[in-house]
């Protein structure tokens, strides 16, 4: 089963205006954490933001917030007043547990935004 | 700091050839990762190294093996290179539970 999933394989957004990319996670674990990076056309990946499951208030970093539903399971991401920069693959990624006791991270298959000017 | 490294940035194999894929961090971190990337996939985890000593399988461990050589460094190594190993490699390295992974900058290799 799909520990992470991304449903939206691209997207476009104007310029200034605000994008929210989804995700929708599954796990058993009570303690998780979820993350969110961008990729840009270079390939590097750049962390964005993180929430941990026990956390009551969604995370904040700049123009990402995260959209933390728990019992929806989901992750959403968005980006406010969206900037030509932006255009970038972007992955949810969650931490959960190995069943050997490691933990893990398992990734979602990415949605790439395109932001127009 | 020049946080996680990995060399070569790109490399063409022939099938059966051998090559292993080097990644050193300098964040003093415990954790290191091997993870592969296709188009479509996302990126999906070869193997892991909770901490120096230490490898655990991921989801695609079959065709690779892995070093854990001290703190720093984290090898991965391809045998007999296959056509199906044609892939971005980026390895990633982790301190603390909670903390993001630091990605190295990727290798990209071809096998033919």
């Known amino acids: 089963a799909q520990k992470i999933t991304q449903t939206q394989p691209g997207m476009f957004v104007q310029e200034k205006e605000a994008v929210t990319l989804d995700c929708t996670y599954d796990t058993s674990d009570p303690s998780y954490g979820l993350f969110w990076y961008k990729q840009p056309s270079s390939g590097e990946m750049i962390f964005l933001i993180y929430q941990g499951s026990y956390d009551q208030q969604n995370a904040t970093e700049g123009r990402y917030s995260l959209n933390f539903q728990k019992a929806r399971k989901s992750a959403n991401l968005v980006i406010s007043a969206s900037q030509l920069g932006d255009s970038a693959m972007y992955f949810c990624a969650m931490r959960d547990w190995f069943s050997g006791g490691y933990q893990k991270v398992t990734f979602g298959t990415g949605t790439k935004l395109q932001v127009i000017p | 700091n020049a946080g996680v490294t990995q060399t070569p940035k790109f490399q063409v194999l022939k099938t059966g050839q051998s090559m292993t894929l080097q990644c050193a961090q300098d964040?003093?971190?415990?954790?290191m990762y091997w993870y592969r990337q296709d188009p479509g996939m996302g990126l999906r985890l070869i193997y892991y190294s909770a901490s120096e000593g230490t490898t655990d399988k991921g989801e695609v461990p079959n065709g690779y093996n892995v070093s854990r050589l001290n703190k720093r460094e984290f090898s991965l190594r391809l045998e007999s290179a296959a056509p199906s190993q044609t892939s971005v490699y980026f390895c990633?390295?982790?301190?603390?539970?909670?903390?993001?992974?630091?990605f190295g900058p990727g290798t990209r290799l071809t096998v033919t």
């Open positions: 964040m003093n971190h415990n954790s």
């Open positions: 990633a390295s982790r301190e603390i539970v909670d903390g993001e992974q630091y």
